[in-house]
T-cell receptor, first 119, second 114 residues
Framework: AQKITQTQPGMFVQEKEAVTLDCTYDTSDQSYGLFWYKQPSSGEMIFLIY??????QNATEGRYSLNFQKARKSANLVISASQLGDSAMYFC????????????????FGTGTKLQVIP | NAGVTQTPKFQVLKTGQSMTLQCAQDMNHEYMSWYRQDPGMGLRLIHY???????DQGEVPNGYNVSRSTTEDFPLRLLSAAPSQTSVYFC?????????????FGAGSRLTVL
């Protein structure tokens, strides 16, 4: 079974509009972390936002927010006021296990969503 | 602030050749890992290391070897390249202490095996 599922291979959004990129996850751990990364056409991986499983408030970083619904196991990324520079691949990822347990908490990635912002 | 440095950026190999992808980080991170990225498949973990002298397999380890003799370096070796190893490879690292959540990635290495 997929640990991280991104069901939208591609999406379009009008410039200045908001867009939601979907991510669902599967884990039996109580402690885990959820991330979103952006990969522009130049290829580098850019960290956007993080949500811990025990965080009660949804994470926000500038125009990015993470809509965390623990019971539904979803961690959707919301980008407000889209800009042309937001056109990129977006990856959802999950780290499982206790942060400082001494073991390596593997980070699993989804297959990504390609977002294109239309002027 | 070099972060994670990968070399080479591009490489073309013939089937059966061997090569090493280099990865170095200057952040004193304990954890280092190698991922491969293929279209439609996201990033898949190949091998990882939790410190010098300690390595383990990830999701797709076959055909790859790693070693970690220092904290800074984590090379990935292809012993006998196959066309199925054509991919973009990313090295990533993170610290083991508080705030250890974020993976820092290298710029990637694009490998083509003919």
């Amino acid at each position: 079974a997929q640990k991280i599922t991104q069901t939208q291979p591609g999406m379009f959004v009008q410039e200045k509009e908001a867009v939601t990129l979907d991510c669902t996850y599967d884990t039996s751990d109580q402690s885990y972390g959820l991330f979103w990364y952006k990969q522009p056409s130049s290829g580098e991986m850019i960290f956007l936002i993080y949500q811990g499983s025990y965080d009660e408030q949804n994470a926000t970083e500038g125009r990015y927010s993470l809509n965390f619904q623990k019971a539904r196991k979803s961690a959707n990324l919301v980008i407000s006021a889209s800009q042309l520079g937001d056109s990129a691949m977006y990856f959802c990822a999950m780290r499982e296990g206790f942060l400082n347990s001494g073991g390596y908490q593997k980070v699993t990635f989804g297959t990504g969503t390609k977002l294109q912002v239309i002027p | 602030n070099a972060g994670v440095t990968q070399t080479p950026k591009f490489q073309v190999l013939k089937t059966g050749q061997s090569m090493t992808l280099q990865c170095a980080q200057d952040m004193n991170h304990e954890y280092m890992s190698w991922y491969r990225q293929d279209p439609g498949m996201g990033l898949r973990l190949i091998h990882y290391s939790v410190g010098a002298g300690i390595t383990d397999q990830g999701e797709v380890p076959n055909g790859y070897n790693v070693s970690r003799s220092t904290t800074e370096d984590f090379p990935l070796r292809l012993l006998s390249a196959a066309p199925s190893q054509t991919s973009v490879y990313f090295c990533a690292s993170r610290s083991g202490g508080p705030g250890a959540n974020v993976l820092t990635f290298g710029a990637g290495s694009r490998l083509t095996v003919l």
